[in-house]
């Protein structure tokens, strides 16, 4: 279904492009020089469709990057808790090679063994309205 509704609303902005540069196929001239105005050296002619469509790219490329800038910190964040997740998964691998040899059936020290599983309301036996079970 997404898909679907993905190439409905390409399909729609595609038309939209291609009637927009229908309607506004007329030359313009753009002038890049502030100073002389009777007659600029950095003059483009071109279709205003192009101009206006090159407008609209260059600023969601500007604002792709500014946004992308905006998040290096969350970037770094994630960088730094993969590396604190590794060293962690480390450790705890090194834990349990010292504790169980690898190839031995020893049984783990009292303080290791796992109690017995909480019941459906927990540890304490007690439901939502807290009465003893």
Same mark, same amino acid.
């Given at each position: $279904?997404?898909? =679907?509704?993905?190439?409905?609303?390409?399909? #729609?902005?595609? &038309? %939209?492009?291609?009637?927009? @540069?229908?309607?506004?196929?007329?030359?313009?001239?753009?002038?890049?020089?502030?100073?002389?105005?009777?007659?600029?050296?950095?003059?483009?002619? $071109?279709?205003? =469709?192009?101009?206006?469509?090159?407008?609209? #790219?260059?600023? &969601? %490329?500007?604002?792709?990057? @500014?946004?992308?800038?905006?998040?290096?910190?969350?970037?770094?964040?994630?960088?730094?808790?993969?590396?604190?997740?590794?060293?962690?998964?480390?450790?705890?691998?090194?834990?349990?090679?010292?504790?169980?040899?690898?190839?031995?059936?020893?049984?783990?020290?009292?303080?290791?063994?796992?109690?017995?599983?909480?019941?459906?309301?927990?540890?304490?036996?007690?439901?939502?309205?807290?009465?003893?079970?």
């Amino acid at each position: $279904m997404r898909k =679907f509704l993905t190439t409905l609303v390409i399909i #729609a902005l595609f &038309v %939209l492009f291609v009637v927009f @540069a229908v309607a506004n196929r007329h030359d313009v001239t753009v002038s890049f020089d502030p100073f002389n105005s009777g007659d600029p050296v950095l003059t483009y002619t $071109m279709p205003l =469709f192009v101009l206006i469509i090159a407008s609209v #790219a260059a600023g &969601v %490329l500007v604002g792709g990057c @500014a946004t992308w800038i905006g998040q290096r910190r969350w970037r770094r964040a994630a960088r730094q808790h993969r590396t604190d997740a590794e060293t962690a998964r480390t450790e705890l691998a090194n834990l349990k090679a010292t504790v169980v040899p690898h190839g031995g059936s020893q049984r783990l020290p009292a303080s290791f063994q796992p109690g017995p599983p909480p019941g459906l309301f927990g540890p304490y036996r007690r439901d939502k309205q807290d009465a003893a079970l």
